[in-house]
Structures are given as structure tokens and as C-alpha cells.
């Protein structure tokens, strides 16, 4: 079984302290939108802003060719943060084994099975 930072689309991430802003499911992709911290590996990184203690950006996190979702616990507890905005908390650990993704965090745990790793994409930087 490996851990999310051995793989090299998310060695630039922190997702243990990224916030989960929404999930979705399309046919053959899950995408997780997520305000990602950033490492100072990451092309992208800044020092973190006043009163911050990471580089945040906003992304997401894409499984594609997916061929298959299970989700074994689900949530709907929404967390607010000191500015008012709503998340459903972080992601706690992302392993894989044999094309088998497991994700886990305070809004549920869930299986994806798709032919590769999953991809991070910068939306824009905070």
C-alpha cells in the first residue's frame, strides 16, 4: 500500500491540513475541490499570507478513468471556519494499492478504482 506523497502528481501537497470545499462524481471521474496546501516544492508556493500558517490555493484533486466507486462511510457535517466559509473538513489519508484509491476524511471514506493516479490541478493561488 502506498501514501498519497509517494506519488509524484500530489509529493507538492499537504492534504492532511487541505480543506475539502465539495465532491462530485461524473461518469468515469471523482473530483474533490479542495483550498490544497501547498509545500515550498510545489511550483506555485508563497510564503504563507499574514495570520496563515500554510501556502493555501484552490484545486482540485481528480481520479479519471474511473471505473468504479464505493463509498464505505459517508457525512454530512459541514465545518465553518473563522471567515464564514463552510468545508467538509480535510482529507486524512489517500492510499493506494493495485489501482485502488482509498480516501478517507471527516466527510466519509470511499474506494475509487481507475487505470491511474489521481492529479492535482491549480485553480489559482490564494
Given at each position: 500500500?502506498?501514501h ?47 495570520g ?39 482529507i ?35
Amino acid at each position: 500500500m502506498s501514501h498519497y506523497a509517494d506519488l509524484p502528481e500530489l509529493a507538492d501537497l499537504y492534504l492532511e491540513d487541505s480543506y475539502v470545499l465539495g465532491i462530485t462524481e461524473h461518469v468515469g471521474r471523482m473530483v474533490f475541490t479542495l483550498t490544497a496546501v501547498l509545500t515550498p516544492a510545489h511550483p506555485a508556493y508563497h510564503n504563507p499570507l499574514p495570520g496563515e500558517q500554510y501556502c493555501y490555493a484552490h484545486g482540485a484533486l481528480e481520479f479519471t478513468d474511473v471505473t468504479g466507486v464505493d463509498w464505505l462511510e459517508r457525512s454530512t457535517q459541514r465545518y465553518v471556519d473563522a471567515t464564514g466559509e463552510t468545508d467538509l473538513g480535510n482529507i486524512d489519508s489517500l492510499t493506494s494499492a493495485d489501482g485502488t484509491y482509498e480516501v478517507a476524511g471527516d466527510w466519509g471514506r470511499v474506494r475509487v478504482r481507475c487505470a491511474g493516479p489521481p492529479r492535482f490541478t491549480l485553480r489559482d493561488a490564494l
